[in-house]
Nanobody
Framework: QVQLVESGGGLVQPGGSLRLSCVASRNIFSMYAMNWYHQAPGKQRELVAAISTGGNTNYADSVKGRFTISRDNAKNTLYLQMNSLKPEDTGVYYC?????????WGQGTQVTVSS
């Protein structure tokens, strides 16, 4: 079993920045790829950023150049640095771990981009 706990969401003005964190209950990054998903109000959950076990990263076109996914193996923590935030970035952000041991989700953290 893997528990994931997100934090760092909040209310921010357009153009602002936030850093989301996702703490895993144990050291999993060598065995699990990690993702950040975004669920806008009334819409399906969408993948916005991914990092493989080897450290390769990928981003949705909508966030390229603005968001950065990273991880700290020593702290069992995944990050999503979000810059130049837009109102359409509003929603709940979830981290996900996927590997041979299964798929695990966090509970999500709310991000609201509004003036």
């Amino acid at each position: 079993q893997v528990q994931l706990v997100e934090s760092g969401g909040g209310l921010v003005q357009p153009g602002g920045s936030l850093r989301l964190s996702c703490v895993a209950s144990r050291n999993i990054f060598s065995m699990y790829a990690m993702n950040w998903y975004h669920q806008a109000p009334g819409k399906q959950r969408e993948l916005v950023a991914a990092i493989s076990t080897g450290g390769n990263t990928n981003y949705a076109d909508s966030v390229k150049g603005r968001f950065t996914i990273s991880r700290d193996n020593a702290k069992n923590t995944l990050y999503l640095q979000m810059n130049s935030l837009k109102p359409e970035d509003t929603g709940v952000y979830y981290c996900r771990a996927i590997g041979l041991g299964g798929i695990y989700w966090g509970q999500g953290t709310q991000v609201t981009v509004s003036s």
